[in-house]
Structure formats: structure tokens, C-alpha cells
């Protein structure tokens, strides 16, 4: 099952969410341009083993989100970060955006660093990110429809649209079903896809949209609307200058006047 694109349209343009994108792309370029590909992502790359908060490693858990392994694994992080952070950007804003991205790829990376903390192979990617993003996503747009490609054997035609919720729960429930095997057997030797990250990524993001929301709605609810009665006692008279005006005249002398 693969989500093609949702069919809700955006109010703001997606600087961040194509920053992002760009500096993914450019960064893997110059992964590729290197003379040793491992060694420069063992350089920039988060390793469980070696990391201490209080050095160098707390500046990596910024810089191993942009680094990927492979062309499908950066197509696949440029794919779905432009399908759901467009969306999640444009519900946030855009500096908030960009924290809370940074600030979910940190979390889904330290949980995966508690399950494998004493490899030496480096953690890369910003999948634990984007499927954070996927979270949050399932709670701001749980209304809208997402076109999906869904194999079903005999047909030709097998892109169908659905709830999102529906979509990233059927998207989970395959994750879920393919690795099940793999829950509990931690392989400290062997690298492969982080698949606890996105677990945790997703039901990161979606604790986090529940309290984005929960706190929009307490701003909009604190925010005091004016009454008609008070509209109504703080407005001035329509005649008010006029009544004003006109007293001022009477009060003047019949002949203070000049003729010109």
C-alpha cells in the first residue's frame, strides 16, 4: 500500500517543508561525492555506542537525520516528508514546523538508540521524523481523503481514495504484520530499517497533534468576542458631532461674525 497525495488543499507555501527537502538532496549528494561513502556517514552518522550527550554526538542527532543509505531510502524520506509535512506546516507555521521536525527526529532517535545502545552501526535517516509527521497529520486532517495504490489482484485499476486515518492505520498494520517476526530480537550486528522508530514516530506525532490542538482550541476559546449590548452601549450616537456642532454655534454671540 503506497499514499499518493491528499486531496486538501494548503494555505501556505511549503518553505520549510522544501528547505528540508533540498538540503536532504544536497547533502546526499555530497554523500556520494566522496571518496569513502561509509566513512562519511560513520563521521555525521548518530552511533549508539559512542554517543554522550555532553559532546560532539548531541550536534549529530541533527546532522544523521539528513543522511540516508541509499537512492530508495532518500527518495522514500523526500516522498513522504513533501506528503505530509506540506500539510503539518501548513497547520503549525513555518518556524514551528521546523522545531517540531527537528525535535521529532531527536525523540524517535533516542528511542531507537534505547533498544540498540551498544551497537557501533550509525542511525541515519529522518523516517522516525516523518512518520512523527504522519502522526500528526493523521490528527489535523483525520477528515480528509488520501488517494492510495492498493495491489488487489484482477484489477487494473487500484488507486482508490480513503479516510487518512484509514490509510496511515492500514499503512502501520502492514508495518506492523511484515515485522512482526522481528518484535523483541534486537540485532546488534546486522543494520537494516529502525521499523521501532517509526512506531514510535508515528505514535509520537500523535500525541503531539492531540496537544497542538487541544491548545488551539483553548486560545480560541479565551479569545473574547464582543456582545451586541456592548456594541451597542460603547458606540457613539450617529448625530454626536453633529449635536455637538450645533450647540457650539448657539453659544457664540449673534454678532461675532466676520463678512468676507
Known amino acids: 500500500m503506497l499514499p499518493l497525495f491528499d486531496t486538501t488543499p494548503i494555505r501556505r507555501i511549503p518553505y520549510v517543508t522544501v528547505l528540508i527537502i533540498f538540503i536532504v538532496l544536497v547533502v546526499f549528494g555530497i554523500q556520494l561525492a566522496q571518496p569513502d561513502f561509509d566513512y562519511f556517514i560513520h563521521r555525521w552518522g548518530l552511533i549508539p555506542l559512542l554517543?554522550?550527550?555532553?559532546?560532539?554526538?548531541?550536534?549529530?542527532?541533527?546532522?544523521?537525520l539528513f543522511l540516508h543509505a541509499n537512492v530508495?531510502?532518500?527518495?522514500?524520506?523526500v516522498y513522504f516528508l513533501w506528503l505530509f509535512g506540506v500539510h503539518v506546516e501548513d497547520r503549525l507555521g513555518h518556524l514551528a514546523f521546523l522545531l517540531y521536525f527537528l525535535m521529532a527526529g531527536f525523540m524517535a532517535l533516542m528511542l531507537q538508540m534505547m533498544l540498540v545502545r551498544f551497537t557501533n552501526l550509525p542511525l541515519i535517516g529522518a523516517s522516525g521524523a516523518i512518520t512523527a509527521l504522519a502522526g500528526t497529520y493523521l490528527i489535523y486532517q483525520f477528515r480528509?481523503?488520501?488517494?492510495i495504490w492498493l495491489p488487489v489482484p484482477g484489477r487494473f485499476r487500484n488507486t482508490y481514495l480513503a479516510p487518512s486515518w484509514i490509510a496511515i492505520l492500514l499503512?502501520?498494520?502492514t508495518q506492523f504484520v511484515v515485522h512482526a517476526g522481528k518484535l523483541g530480537v534486537v540485532d546488534y550486528n546486522i543494520g537494516g530499517t529502525?521499523?521501532?522508530t517509526h512506531a514510535g514516530?508515528?505514535?509520537f506525532g500523535v500525541g503531539m497533534g492531540l496537544m497542538f490542538r487541544a491548545i488551539t482550541r483553548e486560545e480560541r476559546t479565551e479569545t473574547p468576542k464582543p456582545t451586541s449590548d456592548t456594541a451597542t452601549s460603547e458606540a457613539p450616537p450617529a448625530n454626536h458631532k453633529t449635536a455637538n456642532h450645533t450647540e457650539a454655534i448657539k453659544s457664540l454671540p449673534r454678532k461675532a461674525h466676520?463678512?468676507?
Open 144 to 147: 480528509s481523503r488520501l488517494a
Open 258 to 260: 466676520r463678512a468676507v
Open 72 to 77: 530508495f531510502q532518500v527518495l522514500s524520506s
Open 201 to 203: 514516530g508515528l505514535l
Open 51 to 64: 554517543f554522550n550527550p555532553e559532546g560532539r554526538e548531541l550536534v549529530l542527532t541533527v546532522t544523521t
Open 194 to 196: 529502525a521499523w521501532y
Open 171 to 173: 499503512w502501520f498494520a
